[in-house]
């Protein structure tokens, strides 16, 4: 019974090592210095699409935000593509100075960016940026994203942040999950040359990239879908931090809890479809399969913490030195995405809230298990 407790133990702490050492290798590789690349000459055209389905509170912000940006007026536009709306999401558009595509039939946000795209093609336009209509550009995002074209890339992701993190200790703890999730682990991903991933939040298709691989993607977390279908034609995604988009994020436990669903259920129903597919790519030698496996088989880590823990709960002196040591590697890979990306200062503030938070992150882990599978395209709640 001992070996058999012990061997228990052993497979928690593999179980937790792979995926920790993961995170520590790419850490690694995001904060070593990298190769310095020439600025853009802001040549490229880009058409901003902003999906809306009833943002009426904070579309005018938004289009304001991407229509102030440090580039060529000539060279880009703001279209948002009202899809569904009950709303005046779509007036309120016009009047901040987008160009407005409304659009009625089945709902999501696939569609309605498939829908866009159809007519954004026969225009002359080089590359087309994804923001979401809660969110606001930094004003360096198109020469940003002028740069990383100008050097060969077809996909680019901008750093993905959290406009109202002091909301409240939800908002810190995303801000945290953010500043690992959304920028710390794509850098180091694109640093070994890997792709990034793409967030559905400012993220850029480069003309090409669109033709050859259209936005067939109409699942709940549309984003990783397509990004398995860039994979497959071969297109890897670069991550830039030298500019980003700002969303709001809920801060009540129903609305958060309702996104946090949506996201488990949707990477989930992911992992069903194409998980199997890219395993036997990736044994066939495919790179860019074995890329978007590790992509969507990656565990939130909070998972991490269950096998680790029960391997020191299980396992003799040297398994709980090695649960040690993979808790302070873990712990260093946040320390220094909050320094990088976030506040060290929330940080300390998130560590007291950590045991409740793995318990409400567990419960919705199990609830998108059995949620009901159809979840539409519908509108988080935000604060008044």
């Given at each position: 019974?001992?070996?058999?407790?012990?061997?228990?133990?052993?497979?928690?702490?593999?179980?937790?090592?792979?995926?920790?050492?993961?995170?520590?290798?790419?850490?690694?590789?995001?904060?070593?210095?990298?190769?310095?690349?020439?600025?853009?000459?802001?040549?490229?055209?880009?058409?901003?699409?902003?999906?809306?389905?009833?943002?009426?509170?904070?579309?005018?912000?938004?289009?304001?935000?991407?229509l102030a940006q440090n580039y060529n007026a000539e060279q880009y536009q703001v279209v948002v593509i009202a899809d569904n709306c009950t709303d005046n999401t779509a007036e309120l558009a016009r009047q901040a100075g987008a160009n407005v595509i409304e659009r009625t039939g089945l709902p999501g946000k696939g569609q309605a960016l498939f829908h866009a795209f159809e007519g954004l093609l026969k225009e002359e336009w080089d590359a087309f940026l994804i923001v979401d209509a809660d969110s606001l550009m930094h004003r360096d995002a198109l020469k940003a994203l002028d740069k990383e074209l100008s050097n060969g890339a077809k996909v680019i992701q901008l750093r993905y942040a959290i406009r109202n993190p002091e909301d409240s200790i939800r908002t810190r703890a995303l801000e945290l999950g953010m500043a690992s999730f959304n920028a710390l682990r794509p850098k180091g991903r694109t640093a070994l040359g890997l792709s990034s991933g793409i967030f559905g939040n400012g993220f850029c298709v480069s003309r090409e990239a669109l033709e050859n691989v259209p936005y067939l993607a109409?699942?709940?977390?549309?984003?990783?879908?397509?990004?398995?279908?860039?994979?497959?034609?071969?297109?890897?995604?670069?991550?830039?931090?030298?500019a980003c988009v700002y969303a709001e994020m809920p801060t009540s436990v129903e609305d958060n809890k309702t996104q946090r669903v949506r996201w488990e259920r949707g990477r989930w129903m992911t992992i069903k479809s194409y998980a199997g597919e890219l395993f036997k790519r990736s044994l066939k030698g495919d790179r860019c399969a074995a890329d978007g496996l590790l992509d969507v088989l990656t565990p939130p880590a909070t998972m991490m913490l269950y096998p680790l823990l029960g391997a020191a709960l299980l396992g003799d002196s040297a398994v709980r030195i090695s649960c040690a040591v993979l808790f302070l590697l873990l712990a260093g890979h946040y320390l220094i995405a909050s320094m990088r990306y976030g506040s060290v200062k929330g940080l300390v503030r998130i560590g007291c809230f950590v045991p409740w938070y793995l318990v409400w992150k567990t419960w919705i882990f199990v609830v998108s298990f059995y949620k009901e599978k159809t979840l539409g395209w519908n509108r988080t709640g935000r604060n008044e």
């Open positions: 019974m001992e070996f058999l407790v012990n061997l228990l133990a052993w497979l928690c702490l593999l179980i937790a090592a792979i995926p920790i050492l993961y995170f520590a290798v790419v850490t690694v590789a995001a904060v070593l210095p990298g190769k310095g690349r020439p600025a853009g000459k802001q040549e490229k055209r880009f058409s901003v699409v902003i999906p809306a389905h009833n943002e009426s509170k904070l579309i005018e912000e938004t289009v304001k935000a991407a109409h699942s709940i977390v549309e984003d990783i879908e397509y990004h398995i279908h860039l994979l497959r034609k071969g297109y890897k995604t670069v991550f830039t931090d030298e």
